[in-house]
C-alpha cells in the first residue's frame, strides 16, 4: 500500500459526458501527479500541481483539467468523452524536493 | 530526460537472480537512474535510484558502470510475484518544488518462472 489513495476504482460511462477522478496523497506529501495509461500511448505523465498550483504539463488534453485543494487532494476533470479516453488514470505523490512518486491503484475509465 | 533502451522482455527462473539491463549511453553528469515496477495494472511501484554508485535496498540492488551509460538492476532472489514490467528512467533530480512527471518508455517485462 503506497498510502496515496484513488476514487472510484471502475467508472463506465458514455461518449460526451464529464467525470471527474479523485486523489488522495501520501500524508505530508506536497506534489501529486496525474498519469494516463491506454494499451497504446502506454504510461503517460499528464499534469503536476504542487502545494495548490500547477507545476508542469504533459500530454494533457484541452477537454481535460486538474486541482488541487488546500487539503491536497486532487482531482482530475475529464469533458465531452471519447472512446479513446478509455484509459487507467493513476495518481502519484511525492514529498517536495523529492523525486520518488508513489502511485496509487488507479481508476479504470471505459467510454462506452 | 535522457533516452533509455531495455530489452522488451525477459524469463528467469524462480529463486535465481534476475538481472535487468538498461542502456543509457546519453545520460547526462546530473542525471540519476531510477527504476520503476508495474505489476499488472497496478500502479507502478519505485524500487530503487542512484548517481553513481552502486546502491542496495531491501528490494533490489543497482549497479551503474563507471562511464555511466549503462546501469543493471538485480533482484537477487526473484519470486513469482516479481513478474512485472521493470521501468528504468533517467531524470535531472529536482529540488524545491518536487519533480516533474516521469517519462516512462516500454520497459522490461520480466517473467518468472515456476
Known amino acids: 500500500d503506497s498510502g496515496v489513495t484513488q476514487t472510484p476504482k471502475h467508472l463506465i460511462t458514455a461518449t460526451g459526458q464529464r467525470v471527474t477522478l479523485r486523489c488522495s496523497p501520501r500524508?505530508?506529501?506536497?506534489?501529486v501527479y496525474w498519469y494516463q495509461q491506454s494499451l497504446d500511448q502506454g504510461l503517460q505523465f499528464l499534469i503536476q500541481?504542487?502545494?495548490?498550483?500547477?507545476?508542469a504539463k504533459g500530454n494533457i488534453l484541452e477537454r481535460f483539467s486538474a486541482q488541487q485543494f488546500p487539503d491536497l487532494h486532487s482531482e482530475l476533470n475529464l469533458s465531452s468523452l471519447e472512446l479513446g479516453d478509455s484509459a487507467l488514470y493513476f495518481c502519484?505523490?511525492?514529498?517536495?524536493?523529492?523525486?520518488?512518486?508513489?502511485f496509487g491503484p488507479g481508476t479504470r475509465l471505459l467510454v462506452l | 530526460d535522457a533516452k533509455t533502451t531495455q530489452p522488451p522482455s525477459m524469463d528467469c527462473a524462480e529463486g535465481r537472480a534476475a538481472n535487468l539491463p538498461c542502456n543509457h549511453s546519453?545520460?547526462?553528469?546530473?542525471?540519476?537512474v531510477y527504476w520503476y515496477r508495474q505489476i499488472h495494472s497496478q500502479g507502478p511501484q519505485y524500487i530503487i535510484h542512484?548517481?553513481?554508485n552502486n546502491e542496495t535496498n531491501e528490494m533490489a540492488s543497482l549497479i551503474i558502470t563507471e562511464d555511466r551509460k549503462s546501469s543493471t538492476l538485480i533482484l537477487p532472489h526473484a519470486t513469482l510475484r516479481d513478474t512485472a514490467v521493470y521501468y528504468c528512467?533517467?531524470?535531472?533530480?529536482?529540488?524545491?518544488?518536487?519533480?516533474?512527471?516521469?517519462?516512462f518508455g516500454k520497459g522490461t517485462h520480466l517473467i518468472i518462472q515456476p
Open positions: 528512467i533517467v531524470r535531472v533530480r529536482e529540488s524545491g518544488g518536487g519533480a516533474d512527471g516521469l517519462t
Open positions: 546519453t545520460i547526462s553528469g546530473n542525471e540519476y
Open positions: 500541481y504542487y502545494n495548490g498550483e500547477e507545476r
Open positions: 542512484g548517481l553513481k
Open positions: 502519484a505523490s511525492s514529498v517536495a524536493g523529492s523525486e520518488t512518486q508513489y
Open positions: 500524508s505530508g506529501d506536497l506534489s
